[in-house]
């Protein structure tokens, strides 16, 4: 039976029908009540009918802007997680700066579909036994969280020294994690405005190619905090560990990083995020996000330097082929530090996309780098679905009268891949194709 799954793959996939739009109209207004069915039979095919492909992405695009009203909600959610956090943990622990949100959310890159949020709580430590201190920091938080309101859906999770604790509220997933506060240890980046070259590159085959350079003057607490964590990192002896240890305490400066591009590349990013959420691939979770994101920043970044009115159809394409080419890739950002600040076991590498906001780690190692091996097959399926797409806008009159039909339980994939193969191909043969072509890597989704 045809799927909400199958039928959102084909809409983002496929990009055949003005109905995709009424599918986004359904996320943005989020009425449980209403069947899927009822939100795409859209009265007025007029308000949907377009030129042709990218003005119709574009308005999609536009639609995936997180909703304001859910916005606040998660945003009130945080904020009663915040106060009882002071609240309680004010005695146990008593050097608690801040509690900051950071994440999608924060980024302002979420989906309307989110429901989860990423809190930090930065603590003031001195340097001497950081790590000794940090550990019983968290021990001290997961005590507490196992006998407070949290406790019955809390769960922890380590990953490469540091510890994410990990609970339910209202509805809202939550991942709790420590950061060391930075800002108070010394004044001069407070004080002095700092000034550097920010600079991305993608280099491809050893030949480095310059994708963006202007200079920037930083004067924020963010900046500052960051700056001083990567310091204190590359003055150890045991870089690697802290790097680990204290990777939490720079996620605020990816908030400001993302916060400080254009709207243009933050609807390229909530693409990105859409595309990779109806990508099934087994066992790709942790730094999923940060990595489409990270593609995504450097697709829209170099669009935009390559055509002075950049649509959402080139950057998502642009997006899609660094997918497919991740096995070569090398990109990073100089705008927390210089290029000389990233060790060289990782500048020999074959492929790696530098943390923006920490030189020491590379986001896709490991099993990230395997995880978008598999990627590259929807990726190139997506492409080639693009590469029809404004052939199969001509026909979106036709398109819709099939689709308004009413799509329900009685409608199996199979049934709906014929009525679109019988309208946009002419023989028999050709019809057959397209069939198999829609079922594969619609329904199939690359597998």
Not at 174 to 188: A, F, P, R
Not at 192 to 199: G, V
Not at 335 to 348: A, G
Request: net charge neutral; glycine share 4%.
């Amino acid at each position: 039976m045809l799927k909400d799954w199958d039928l959102l793959c084909l809409r983002i996939c496929l990009l055949v029908s003005p109905v995709l739009l009424s599918e986004a109209a359904c996320m943005e207004t989020d009425h449980n009540n209403v069947t899927p069915a009822e939100c795409y039979n859209v009265n007025d095919a007029r308000r949907y009918h377009y030129d042709d492909v990218s003005e119709l992405l574009d308005k999609f695009t536009s639609l995936l802007e997180t909703n304001s009203d859910q916005a606040k909600r998660l945003l009130h959610v945080f904020e009663e997680i915040r106060r009882v956090i002071l609240f309680n943990l004010s005695k146990s622990i008593e050097n608690i700066n801040r509690v900051s949100l950071v994440g999608s959310t924060a980024k302002g890159v979420s989906l309307p579909t989110t429901k989860d949020l990423d809190v930090i709580i930065f603590v003031e430590l001195d340097h001497d036994q950081l790590i000794r201190r940090f550990a019983i920091l968290n021990k001290i938080l997961r005590d507490w969280l196992q006998t407070s309101a949290f406790r019955h859906s809390y769960i922890t999770k380590q990953y490469d020294g540091f510890v994410i604790h990990a609970f339910k509220f209202r509805n809202v997933d939550v991942d709790l994690q420590l950061g060391v506060d930075m800002s108070e240890k010394t004044e001069e980046y407070d004080n002095d405005q700092i000034h550097h070259d920010e600079t991305s590159y993608l280099m491809e085959n050893s030949d480095v190619m310059m994708t963006e350079t202007y200079n920037v003057f930083r004067t924020s607490k963010v900046t500052g905090q960051v700056k001083r964590t990567l310091r204190f990192i590359n003055g150890s002896r045991q870089y690697v560990l802290y790097s680990r240890v204290l990777s939490s305490s720079t996620l605020e400066g990816l908030v400001e990083f993302t916060g400080s591009r254009s709207d243009y590349c933050r609807a390229i990013i909530r693409l990105a995020k859409l595309w990779s959420s109806v990508c099934h691939v087994d066992g790709f979770k942790r730094g999923r996000s940060i990595i489409i994101e990270l593609f995504a920043i450097h697709a829209a970044e170099q669009t935009e330097i390559m055509n002075e009115y950049p649509d959402i159809v080139s950057g998502f394409k642009y997006f899609l082929r660094l997918i497919t080419m991740s096995d070569a890739v090398k990109l990073f950002w100089t705008e927390y530090y210089s290029i000389d600040d990233i060790p060289r076991e990782l500048l020999k590498k074959t492929n790696f996309v530098i943390n923006p906001c920490s030189p020491f780690e590379d986001v896709i190692k490991g099993s990230g780098s395997k995880n978008l091996r598999k990627l590259h097959q929807h990726a190139q399926m997506t492409l080639r679905a693009l590469e029809y797409a404004d052939y199969q806008c001509t026909l979106k009159s036709k398109l819709f009268s099939i689709f308004n039909v009413g799509i329900d339980e009685q409608h199996t994939s199979a049934e709906l891949c014929n009525n679109v193969a019988n309208v946009t191909m002419p023989t028999m043969s050709r019809r057959r194709k397209a069939v198999g072509f829609i079922q594969q890597f619609v329904f199939c989704h690359g597998t």
